[in-house]
């Protein structure tokens, strides 16, 4: 599915400021929340839409970049609400709701989480679809801190649980009628206190790096397929599994070819003579080769089917068919013996037809005694 603009999604202009977005999100949240909507499908799509976008547009590096290359400029960094866990899209719910009304996740921040879900855009030739292959990507990517085993702490220490909050990552302050939750200023909303971070990843449990994945494309694909590599995404925060990758193809055109599904069409050219006698041509198939048949009379226009020469099958055996669409061309620069020769074509024809209904009539006069 193509993904909407963000701006779009939340119904704000390019221009809009901070709170405008934060204004938005909050409005379409409300709207959209799944509490609000049991069983909407929909409704939790426009959900994740809304969680998805905010996370670009609040961001103002982030932003910047979707500014100026669209949602190709925030792979990895955006695009993982349509993939991410529910947990992720009500932080973003939170952080508007919570300081009010004190429901923020914090409380769950030092517990294990999975990590975040990656996407990667890649072109394919049509070969490759056609055939399927196996094909080597390197990712930048965080890791697990080797140093530390994703901890954070240094060797020696550990993490502690922050005494303030115990746990929470928050505190609550009464303000009048309402109870305020704020994050905890000693362990920064964390829930944890580490004395002694990491020298390598300070702290953060994770490091930056480059990992080369192999990733196997299946026969048949299309643009937009997406296939999940688990466990390539994302490390998991405070010890949680690591997210999945998720491959998103585009398929290039090949100039032989109009794909429909997984039939193929192929455009042959022939001749007004080739298609009133028959002929016999040959096209190139995605295996080679291929002879085709065509008929006396022909039309322009016509579909002629090679079953089962077209794309394989993603999700059963089979392939689909190669329809050759016959387009008759019509001389434009003929000799003077060529056009005779189709004038006395037209006459002989002109000719047979007269002669038959002079006959024709000559038998009916001699019915009737006209004779």
């Known amino acids: 599915m193509t993904q909407r603009d963000y701006y779009e999604v939340l119904g704000v ?30 409704a939790e ?6 969680a998805e976008a905010y996370e670009v547009l609040r961001d103002p590096d982030k932003r910047v970049r979707y500014d100026k290359f669209g ?19 009500f932080a973003h719910f939170s952080d508007i709701f919570g300081d009010l009304f004190g429901f923020s996740q914090g409380a769950n921040r030092s517990r294990p989480q999975s990590g975040a879900d990656l996407r990667y855009n890649l072109d394919i030739t049509f070969n490759q679809a056609a055939h399927g292959d196996e094909v080597s990507l390197r990712l930048p990517k965080n ?17 502690e649980t922050c005494r303030q ?6 505190v609550r302050r009464n303000q009048g009628f309402f109870q305020i939750a704020m994050p905890c200023p000693a362990c920064h909303g964390s829930g944890q206190i580490i004395s002694r971070p990491c020298a390598r990843c300070k702290g953060e449990g994770v490091v930056p790096d480059q990992r080369e994945i192999m990733v196997r494309i299946p026969a ?14 994302e490390p998991g925060i405070h010890g949680g599994p690591p997210g999945d ?18 039939d193929l069409i192929y ?24 002879g085709v048949e065509i008929p006396k009379g022909v039309q322009n226009g016509t579909l002629l089917r090679l079953a089962g020469q077209g794309m394989p099958y993603t999700s059963h055996n089979g392939r689909g068919d190669i329809l050759v669409a016959i387009k008759v061309v019509t001389p434009t620069n003929l000799t003077d013996r060529q056009e005779e020769l189709l004038r006395e074509f037209e006459r002989a024809g002109d000719e047979s037809a007269l002669d038959k209904i002079k006959s024709m009539g000559r038998k009916i006069g001699k019915a009737m005694g006209l004779d």
């Open 13 to 42: 202009s390019r221009t809009a400021n901070a709170d405008e977005i934060k204004h938005a999100y909050r409005k379409m949240a409300m709207r959209y929340h799944p509490d609000r909507n049991p069983g909407d499908s929909e």
């Open 45 to 50: 799509l426009r959900f994740k839409e809304a």
């Open 71 to 89: 949602h190709a400029g925030v792979q990895g960094a955006a695009g993982n609400a349509d993939f991410g866990s529910a947990e992720d899209i």
């Open 143 to 159: 890791v697990s801190c080797p140093e530390c085993n994703g901890s954070g702490a240094a060797k020696g220490s550990k993490v």
């Open 165 to 170: 909050c115990r746990g929470s990552g928050q």
């Open 220 to 233: 048949g694909v299309d643009t937009g397929t997406r296939l999940r590599v688990r466990g390539e995404g």
């Open 245 to 262: 990758l998720y491959v998103v193809l585009s398929v290039d055109e090949d100039p032989r070819f109009r794909r429909q599904g997984q």
């Open 267 to 290: 455009a042959q050219e022939i001749t007004f003579v080739q298609a009133a006698l028959g002929h016999k041509v040959e096209i190139e198939g995605i295996d080679g080769p291929l």
